[in-house]
């Protein structure tokens, strides 16, 4: 059991967070006074205490809500706590949503100390259940239930789609097949097939908003600009080729184009990604068809199922 040290907000984006003696948290929102708030992902920002105790023996003179956040948590390394986790924060219930995030303009902190923690320990949560949140509340964790639906990201790789000179079928098509299935859509992005973006997308997927499972369609094939494929091998630290293979071998009993499918499946993390075709006919075939069996490799990736034996 940890407590809130600190609760800090700021009204508008950008600026350093200040403390209060209280914020009220609103389910699907966020802080109701804090610019961050809303309807996304990252409704509250937290951070360790230790983490800024630590950062402060080096030398930093900093305040809380220096980093952006707005609760200070002692008790935990919220860093190494699991995506999903519920935190009870006083009245409030929170979800966490993601783990660190990008830093696209280095802060004062940064500039000053040349280090910011924020991007590699903060962390962020959605409001669950609304409630009023004080310095000195209690917090506590509650683990990932194995009834939770898993989490799924969508991507769709295609040049004339991020230009808006075609209609994205496929994407929408995975994710209306993944929601049939209970299956959580976290995440949903067109790309142009570039490789640097799709594996930078794919890590941050993987790696901070912990998804259990990302599907990519198109960009299989044999043109120049395919580079699923080379992406996702990059940023997979082991391959799991019986998914895309036996893809491939279901395919090939509807069209012997199957073949030319380069796709492949891989684990980065606790993440699978899987590559599917590009059509959304063969989207809606190979879904189908892969589906019903990645439930128990998913779990046993979440933790949440054991192993065959």
């Not at 990008?102 to 902190?109: G, Q």
């Not at 917090?139 to 009834?147: F, G, K, Q, Y």
């Not at 901070?208 to 599907?215: A, E, G, S």
Request: glycine share 10%.
């Amino acid at each position: 059991m940890g407590k809130v040290a600190a609760v800090c907000i700021s009204k508008e984006r950008g600026t350093q967070k200040t403390m209060v003696q209280s914020a009220y948290l609103k389910q699907d929102w966020g802080i109701e006074t804090d610019a961050h708030a809303g309807n996304w992902h990252r409704q509250v920002s937290l951070l360790s205490l230790e983490k800024i105790e630590d950062f402060r023996a080096k030398g930093a003179e900093v305040e809380y809500g220096a980093f952006g956040e707005n609760l200070v948590v002692e008790g935990f390394d919220l860093r190494k706590v699991p995506v999903g986790t519920r935190i009870q924060a006083g009245e409030a219930l929170l979800e966490l949503t993601q783990i660190g995030k990008e830093c696209h303009s280095h802060c004062e902190i940064f500039k000053a100390m040349g280090d910011c923690i924020m991007p590699r320990e903060g962390v962020f949560a959605k409001v669950i259940r609304s409630g009023k949140v004080c310095p000195g509340d209690e917090v506590t964790l509650t683990e990932l239930a194995a009834d939770r639906p898993f989490t799924a990201a969508v991507i769709t790789l295609s040049d004339k789609g991020a230009a808006g000179q075609r209609e994205d079928k496929s994407g929408p098509l995975a994710e209306e097949i993944l929601r049939q299935y209970g299956y959580e859509i976290v995440e949903t992005l067109l790309l142009a097939d570039e490789q640097p973006l799709l594996e930078h997308h794919l890590r941050r997927l993987c790696d901070q908003r912990q998804v259990n499972v990302i599907f990519t369609t198109g960009g299989t094939g044999f043109s120049r600009r395919d580079i699923t494929p080379e992406a996702t091998i990059a940023v997979c630290e082991r391959m799991a080729d019986g998914i895309a293979q036996a893809i491939r071998q279901y395919s090939l009993a509807i069209t012997g184009r199957a073949m030319l499918s380069r796709a492949v499946s891989g684990i980065r993390g606790n993440t699978l990604i899987v590559n599917l075709p590009g059509s959304p006919k063969a989207v809606r075939e190979s879904m189908e068809y892969i589906l019903p069996h990645l439930g128990h490799g998913i779990g046993i990736l979440r933790g949440t199922d054991g192993e065959c034996g």
